[in-house]
């Protein structure tokens, strides 16, 4: 079969010329046979670079904190800790990719904002739609990243719309003070107003469009405001009358993100 030409977005909206690095890959996945699968059908793609392979979560752990990672293929299944739970921890920057035998963690997986779902044994075509679908994700994300004259710079975001009620609702980021995930909705609290702002949509969909100099994920349930915090003690973070909880996997990430 001939090698495809990535020099354009494969989508038939989108055919402009792209200019951008390789695409950084990890894989984990218990299974040797099924790691070495993996690791050529990544190697046969021009635009990924496989920086590792992993046989447990806790081993990727030191990767995925010190590296920039694009794109993770993760067992769902065989990933040593539970691979839901993994799943929920990851960076909002890393997309993940799941690989498993079984179907019936789609709907999960999807609703986690997860960018494809691929059934074992792995086949080649099904990897290659996986890969376009990456290609064309990176690729408006490297020209959403491009500065141009006149562009505002995301640390200057000011607001965003969320849906809420069946009408578009505008959020001051100013007025945040943290934001809580429950299941497929999310409450946003706002100063000076006592009923949360209530959406449906993920928390990692929603970490995405929140500048990441403002707010940070401290939970797999919660996101704060970072210059609302009034009191960090005990893993605690006080935001007015309100305690949010800071979970061990993010803890250390915070710690260094606050400077304590």
């Known amino acids: 079969m001939p090698v495809r030409s990535y020099s354009y977005i494969l989508h038939p909206k989108l055919r402009f010329k792209v200019h951008m690095r390789k695409i950084n890959c990890i894989v984990i996945d218990s299974n040797a046979h099924d790691l070495e699968i993996l690791s050529q059908h990544i190697n046969s793609i021009p635009f990924f670079e496989l920086l590792g392979v992993f046989k447990s979560s806790e081993a990727a752990v030191d990767i995925l904190r010190t590296q920039k990672v694009d794109l993770l293929f993760l067992d769902i299944e065989n990933s040593g800790i539970s691979g839901l739970k993994f799943l929920e921890s990851i960076s909002y920057s890393t997309r993940v990719v799941i690989t498993t035998k079984e179907g019936h963690f789609a709907l999960e997986a999807f609703n986690l904002s997860v960018l494809d779902y ?142 304590i």
């Open 118 to 259: 691929l059934l074992k044994p792995l086949n080649r075509e099904r990897f290659r739609k996986a890969a376009d679908k990456a290609y064309e994700l990176f690729s408006l994300l490297s020209l959403r990243d491009r500065r141009y004259p006149g562009e505002e710079p995301m640390a200057s975001q000011e607001y965003l719309f969320v849906t809420s009620d069946y009408s578009l609702v505008k959020i001051k980021l100013s007025d945040v003070t943290y934001i809580e995930g429950l299941k497929d909705y999310l409450k946003i609290y706002l100063v000076n107003q006592l009923n949360p702002v209530i959406t449906r949509m993920t928390m990692k969909a929603l970490e995405e469009k929140l500048p990441g100099n403002q707010f940070f994920r401290v939970h797999k349930s919660y996101i704060v405001s970072i210059d609302k915090i009034d009191i960090i003690r005990s893993q605690r973070i006080k935001i007015g009358a309100n305690t949010v909880p800071i979970s061990d996997g993010y803890y250390e990430t915070f710690r260094q993100k606050v400077n």
